[in-house]
């Protein structure tokens, strides 16, 4: 899958990374942070703080990325013409569900004869 | 029917109209949550304006906008001659927008979904693919009245033998003149390029002498039709009166109300005097014009029973207008439609 190499797309990735490696205790920080090019010594503390801080700025910068993830894709879809009136429309028993047949009323002599 | 209502999933990714999303021609509110609140300021029938297809497809919006399918002007002129001048002004104003009017046909009764009558409508034709043509559920619904059962033999009397080869309307009746050439023509009889059977069947190239010198002698005096209607069709009567509509089957040969010299089939479409009383008019020239049309009842064959015999028509006058026959109560105009066929002479 290609990455798009945008700082928001970095800050995101970052991010959630962070954050899967401090609710699973590292375990997979190496792999994934490889995959994301983010250095794993970055994980670790070299930079002077203590490892339970990080986990709780990680966490929180995790649950940001995933509110503001969010927000983007609610928005994303609201501006595709598939998710809108499509959601209805195209699903039958849906419609089925709200279809008012309309009212006709014949005459009683109406008719061919 | 609910599945009217319901798009193909598979069509919305691979049509271009559809890349600007729905409410780019049908408004309405794409965030709505609840079926009353999505469908505010909705726009059923968009191409009700044919300037919503003008952007892409200019050429085609600026034609039909003079098309009689779209002007509906036919009816009108089906009408007027009855009125006098004062009448007419009452009609234009009164009735021919509120009511006649509501049938004309945007682009998407015949590309996208069927035709409405009222609130009756077949729904989207292929879950709203944009397509071509779909006679049965677009020419079949408005015409389902007299020609397009007729043509298919739902009448149960005989199949047009043009449909019987696997034809369909728009085989003769082309998509220039759907669409319009311009030209706001008041009548389907004074299209200029409306179909006719010698574009195909051309006079001169008969297989047989027989077809040959009847095709001759009557050239310019009878209508194909005239011979070639194999069966009766749908003749209405009582229409317009408000007690609902009446039909018979009937054949009727005559002289052609809007040429004389020529003999036709004719279809009865009587008009009570009174149909438009309630807005002042009284049909002041209620005599001048007959109850019944020239007209192609599209119940065609090549062997008939005038075909077969020229006896059936020049002695026996088989299906020939009679007083006795006419409508009862009707305008004096019809008596004008009477033609008595003339016997053979010995030797021909």
């Not at chain 1, 490889?34 to 709780?56: E, I, L, Q």
């Not at chain 2, 200019?58 to 009855?82: C, F, M, N, P, V």
């Not at chain 2, 020419?139 to 009245?145: E, K, L, N, T």
């Not at chain 2, 003749?235 to 005559?254: Q, R, T, W």
Request: glycine share 10%.
């Amino acid at each position: 899958m290609k990455q798009e190499n945008t700082a928001f797309g970095n800050f995101i990735r970052i991010s959630m990374l962070q954050g899967v490696t401090a609710l699973q205790g590292g375990r997979f920080s190496v792999s994934l942070c490889f995959y994301s090019g983010h250095p794993t010594n970055g994980m670790k503390s070299t930079h002077g703080r203590d490892v339970s801080d990080m986990k709780a700025t990680t966490f929180i910068l995790t649950i940001t990325a995933v509110i503001i993830f969010s927000v983007y894709a609610e928005k994303a879809d609201s501006t595709d013409p598939k998710n809108s009136c499509v959601q209805c429309h195209t699903n039958a028993k849906k419609i089925q569900s709200l279809y008012v047949p309309p009212k006709i009323e014949f005459k009683q002599d109406e008719g061919e004869g | 029917m609910y599945k009217g209502f319901v798009v193909s999933p598979d069509v919305l990714d691979n049509d271009p109209h559809f890349e600007q999303g729905c409410t780019f021609c049908h408004q309405g509110d794409e965030n709505g949550s609840t079926r009353e609140a999505a469908h505010i300021g909705l726009i059923r029938r968009p191409s009700d304006d044919p300037d919503s297809c003008g952007g892409c497809h200019e050429d085609i919006a600026a034609t039909y906008k003079t098309s009689l399918h779209y002007t509906t002007a036919g009816l009108r002129q089906g009408i007027i001659g009855r009125f006098s001048s004062r009448e007419i002004e009452t009609f234009d104003r009164s009735v021919f927008q509120q009511s006649c009017r509501n049938c004309h046909a945007a682009c998407g009764d015949c590309h996208v979904k069927g035709p409405s009558f009222d609130e009756i409508c077949t729904g989207l034709l292929k879950g709203h693919r944009f397509v071509r043509s779909e006679e049965k559920k677009t020419c079949g619904f408005c015409h389902g009245g007299r020609v397009y059962p007729e043509f298919t033999g739902q009448y149960g009397v005989v199949k047009d033998v043009h449909f019987d080869i696997g034809m369909t309307c728009m085989n003769c009746h082309k998509k220039e003149a759907m669409h319009g050439n311009g030209v706001s023509y008041s009548s389907r009889k004074d299209v200029a390029d409306r179909p006719r059977c010698e574009n195909c069947h051309p006079t001169g190239k008969e297989k047989s002498e027989k077809a040959k010198k009847a095709h001759g002698l009557h050239k310019d005096t009878v209508t194909c039709t005239a011979c070639h209607s194999l069966s009766t069709y749908k003749n209405c009567y009582n229409c317009h009166i408000g007690k609902g509509g009446e039909s018979k089957s009937g054949f009727f040969l005559g002289k052609n109300p809007r040429n004389p010299a020529v003999i036709t089939t004719l279809r009865a479409v009587p008009t009570a005097k009174d149909t438009f009383k309630k807005v002042g008019i009284t049909m002041e020239k209620y005599n001048d014009v007959p109850n019944y049309h020239d007209a192609v009842p599209h119940v065609i064959r090549k062997i008939t029973e005038r075909t077969n015999n020229c006896n059936m028509c020049h002695l026996v006058k088989m299906g020939f207008l009679t007083k006795s026959k006419l409508v009862k109560g009707g305008p004096k105009a019809n008596e004008s439609l009477i033609y008595q066929p003339r016997p053979i002479p010995p030797g021909n």
